[in-house]
């Protein structure tokens, strides 16, 4: 089936299709670490189907769960669905809340969201430093104290693309006492090219973890609002406890079930992300900027004390990428990995600004 859009629809003003393929509107848009491709015609065509049953109240979340156990050689039990992983970070808090013990333990500068969740659940949050630029996990169990009840950790981490290893993971996970609840938030997972990256599905049996995933970067699912969980059977029960009914769209779940279907699609992004990398560590290397390596589809890059400068004046050029002084990393920038001519774009803009 051949999909177009009608000439209605491409005229709202910020229509993504406009920004995706014509750039009719002109920005770039490398600030939010999207998929810059368009999702799959398999997701697009299943969209279709879903529209006849919008009269309904969203059933496949029991399917998506039973399609990801047999991707996973898992059960359908061991799988929370959110909307966005940001739903589950949220649970997650929601249900690990008490009375007596409030504290929470996260690394500084990683993504805003877990902050923000700790806060609105009136925890105690203590930050700890990244050593350079990696997640610091033994700093992070020696955080961890009696009013300990969650520890987020970040792999690949948003924003500096680094991984913490398998070996590393496990020494860490060994070491916590049993009734601290740790979230592996692996957003970027299937970016990470690196052979250390940790297979934590292993652990969820043994010990109190939850593995979150989403369909909204590899994906491109990001404007759906589609995450998952992933944890023992009894943990994600409990879990889910808290979690709203039909809080997940039913075009989202029946997106994110085609979605998971097309190997082809979701091979050809990361070949895409890949050769980007590599683009982008050419292009840095010759203007003698400093990244950071990454395992993930953004860079962070350093610029120097003129960064929001920098940022600024890029989006006086239509090119968005994200300061990063509210993550407490006032020299750098990140810039997310977009299609090549929205990457060439970008570093054409860099180069005649610095
Ligand atoms: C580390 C990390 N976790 C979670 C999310 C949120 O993902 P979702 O769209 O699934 O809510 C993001 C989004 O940028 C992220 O960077």
Redesign the pocket.
């Known amino acids: 089936m051949k999909l177009s859009i009608s000439d209605s629809v491409k005229n709202i003003p910020y229509y993504p299709k406009a920004m995706m393929y014509g750039h009719e509107d002109g920005w770039i848009r490398l600030s ?2 999207e998929n810059p491709y368009p999702p799959s015609e398999k997701v697009m065509e299943s969209i279709l189907d879903a529209l006849f049953a919008l009269n309904r109240y969203p059933g496949g979340e029991k399917e998506l769960k039973d399609d990801l156990a047999a991707r996973y050689g898992l059960a359908g039990g061991n799988f929370l669905i959110g909307n ?3 739903e589950l ?1 949220e649970m997650s808090f929601r249900a690990m809340k008490n009375d007596l013990r409030n504290g929470a333990v996260i690394t500084e500068s990683s ?1 805003a ?1 877990y902050d923000i969740a700790a806060r609105i659940y009136g925890y105690e949050t203590k930050k700890v430093p990244l050593s350079g630029m990696r997640t610091d996990l033994a700093a992070l169990a020696a955080a961890i104290d009696e009013n300990t009840r969650i520890v987020f950790l ?1 792999n690949p981490m ?1 924003p500096t693309g680094t991984i913490f290893e398998e070996k590393e993971f496990e020494r860490f996970i060994g070491s916590l006492p049993r009734d601290v609840l740790v979230v592996v ?1 692996e ?1 970027y997972a299937e970016f990470a090219e690196s052979r250390k990256f940790p297979k934590t599905t292993a652990y969820i049996e043994d010990f109190p973890v939850l593995i979150l995933r ?1 369909f ?1 970067k590899a994906y491109g699912l ?1 404007g759906l ?1 589609v ?1 998952y969980g992933i944890a023992g059977s009894s943990l994600a029960s409990f879990l889910e406890r808290t979690k709203q009914p039909f809080s997940v769209n039913l075009i989202a779940l029946i997106a994110a079930r085609a979605a998971l279907s097309d190997e082809t699609y979701l091979q050809k992004v990361l070949s895409g992300i890949g050769l980007t990398k590599v683009f982008y560590y050419n292009a840095l290397k010759e203007m003698s900027l400093e990244y950071v390596p990454t395992e993930a589809n953004f860079v962070l890059v350093r610029v120097g004390n003129k960064a929001e400068e920098i940022t600024k004046k890029l989006f006086d050029r239509k090119v968005l990428v994200r300061f990063m002084g509210a993550y407490g990393l006032p020299d750098h920038i990140r810039i997310s990995f977009g299609t090549p001519y929205e990457n060439t774009r970008c570093i054409e803009e860099l180069k005649r600004i610095i």
């Open positions: 939010s670490n966005g992983s940001n970070i993504f969201f970040n948003n938030d957003a989403t909204s990001a609002r995450g």
